[in-house]
């Protein structure tokens, strides 16, 4: 069975980091691309970042870019956004999500984490 | 920037048939796929590609397209299908991009 689990979510004031994590089982995950999704509260989807399976592509919305940075562990399972300099819009239950294979589509999601910024 | 519009509120009524529409450029260009979110959930890719369902998705959705408008059909709708339904497509620097999302009502 496919899971997703982040963590590391919390309350953290503004211009403060946190770093979120996503652990997953049951597939191969070095051989799919990653994304977080965010969602805040009462609002829509919003895609935040990608990253290929080998980490050689990444990208940004320009919401988050030179803020956030996207990386993944593929010997751990696990795939991380390291979130600098937030700011309240950025509060929100953050998902990690699994490319489908083959299209553009998100297949598998995680249950979410919630970042609330504010003083 | 690009972006994907829906109609914010839909309802049918119990076993008939809703149609959610999705409209903008990147639809000429990519597929949509569309996501299923109950309350407090994670949401759920229940259309990809052409007209593809993952397993444990019933066959009552479906998917077209035509121009720039993509439609995710809900042929004999349940109670459960209550949710937030969103399309997902790219944006003009091929990044993906969500629609503003439709509520369905099943009355």
């Known amino acids: 069975e496919v899971q997703l689990v982040e963590s590391g979510g919390g309350l953290v004031k503004p211009g403060g980091s946190l770093r979120l994590s996503c652990a997953v089982s049951g597939f191969t995950f070095s051989s799919y691309s990653m994304n977080w999704v965010r969602q805040a509260p009462g609002k829509g989807l919003e895609w935040v970042s990608s990253i290929s399976s080998s980490s050689y592509y990444i990208y940004y919305a320009d919401s988050v870019k030179g803020r956030f940075t996207i990386s993944r562990d593929n010997a751990k399972n696990s795939l991380y956004l390291q979130m600098n300099s937030l700011r309240a819009e950025d509060t929100a239950v953050y998902y990690c999500a699994r490319d489908s294979a083959g299209s553009t589509a998100f297949d598998s999601w995680g249950q979410g984490t919630l970042v609330t910024v504010s003083s | 920037s690009s972006e994907l519009t829906q109609d914010p509120d839909v309802s049918v009524a119990l076993g008939q048939t809703v149609r959610i529409t999705c409209q903008g450029d990147s639809l000429r260009s990519y597929y949509a796929s569309w996501y299923q979110q109950k309350p407090g959930q994670a949401p759920v890719l229940v259309i990809y590609g052409k007209n593809n369902r993952p397993s444990g998705i019933p066959d009552r959705f479906s998917g077209s397209s035509s121009g720039n408008t993509a439609s995710l059909t809900i042929t004999g709708a349940q109670a459960e299908d209550e949710a937030d339904y969103y399309c997902?497509?790219?944006?003009?620097?091929?990044?993906?991009?969500f629609g503003t999302g439709t509520t369905v009502t099943v009355l």
């Open positions: 997902n497509s790219r944006d003009s620097s091929e990044n993906p991009l």
